[in-house]
């Protein structure tokens, strides 16, 4: 029904930058919040940032500065803008949606499937 295509991951080195994108297609009504999470190796998955419909922003405290999270709503797209990249910010990222199929429908929740950061010297 609702696909989720990631891209811009890959190999940094520290104090670097990367910019993933992930955009969504199918059935879609409305996207409300688009957000990013990753998954460190042997760590549970956090969430690094979400954006609102009407724009609003968080960042968990790591990235703040750093990272920036916007979105392309003719485009259905979600991005996120990493700078100055640490070793620790090394992982898979995901984005999620909660997405609206049709006027009458509840909100579902939809992944991507990932892509590799590994930031290196």
């Known amino acids: 029904q609702v696909q989720l295509v990631e891209s811009g991951g890959g190999l940094v080195q520290p104090g670097g930058s990367l910019r993933l994108s992930c955009a969504a297609s199918?059935?879609?009504?409305?996207?409300?919040?688009m957000s990013w999470f990753r998954q460190a190796p042997g760590k549970e998955r956090e969430l690094v940032a979400s954006?609102?419909?009407?724009?609003?922003?968080n960042y968990v405290d790591s990235v703040k500065g750093r990272f920036t999270i916007s979105r392309d709503n003719a485009k259905n797209a979600v991005y996120l803008q990493m700078n100055s990249l640490k070793s620790e910010d090394t992982a898979v990222y995901y984005c999620?949606?909660?997405?609206?199929?049709?006027?009458?429908?509840?909100?579902?929740?939809?992944w991507g499937q990932g892509t590799q950061v590994t930031v290196s010297s």
């Open positions: 999620r949606t909660r997405v609206v199929v049709s006027s009458t429908g509840s909100e579902d929740i939809y």
């Open positions: 199918g059935r879609l009504f409305r996207i409300n919040v």
């Open positions: 954006i609102g419909s009407n724009g609003w922003k």
